[in-house]
């Protein structure tokens, strides 16, 4: 069946680049997304990327993906302690809505 | 102005009891949906709506019953509330790829 997974905890300093890893088993998936969940709040949605591309760059945020390996990143350049919170990797077929989730990355940011 | 917006935000009541959640979106969306949350933060989708019509319903138990009176609402409705239906319901709204969500009612089963 279908599966994603990641890693649970990641740590980084203030002003460093974090990097969140997912890996996934539908080969099918046409979309992939990360969302953050800041503590107590819902699901804000960072980016997306289709499964026909292997990068993404939005400001601070860069998406990878190895479609070979069914494997997708996400970058925060130069992260700040705002940026402390869950992220979660899902994808989707070509209705997006229907999501499937990861275990999500609790992303820690020390000063 | 809230996008996609669950009431309550909070939700304690006793085993047995009936509840139900409401969810609203303004953002003119044809599909709704239910997730939900455990304690682990791990997220499943429970149910979808396509402009009122039931498309999934992920093997959830049949005390838990969506009801859509237009497409602008998903409301969920739990019967018998059992300890194990303690979690952080989600509702959430897409029309094409980006879905968005609500901020969620932590439902506590005492």
Redesign the interface.
Known sequence: GEDVEQSLFLSVREGDSSVINCTYTDSSSTYLYWYKQEPGAGLQLLTYIFSNMDMKQDQRLTVLLNKKDKHLSLRIADTQTGDSAIYFCAESGNQGGKLIFGQGTELSVKP | DTA?SQTPKYLVTQMGNDKSIKCEQNLGHD?M?W?KQDS??????MF?YNNKELI?NETVPNRFSPKSPDKAHLNLHINSLELGDSAVY?C???Q?????????TRLTVV
């Not at chain 2, 094409?96 to 969620?104: H, I, K, P, R």
């Open positions: 996609v599909t949906y997730y682990k933060k791990f997220l499943k989708i979808s999934i989600f959430a709204s897409s094409g790829v980006e879905a968005f969500f609500g901020q969620g």
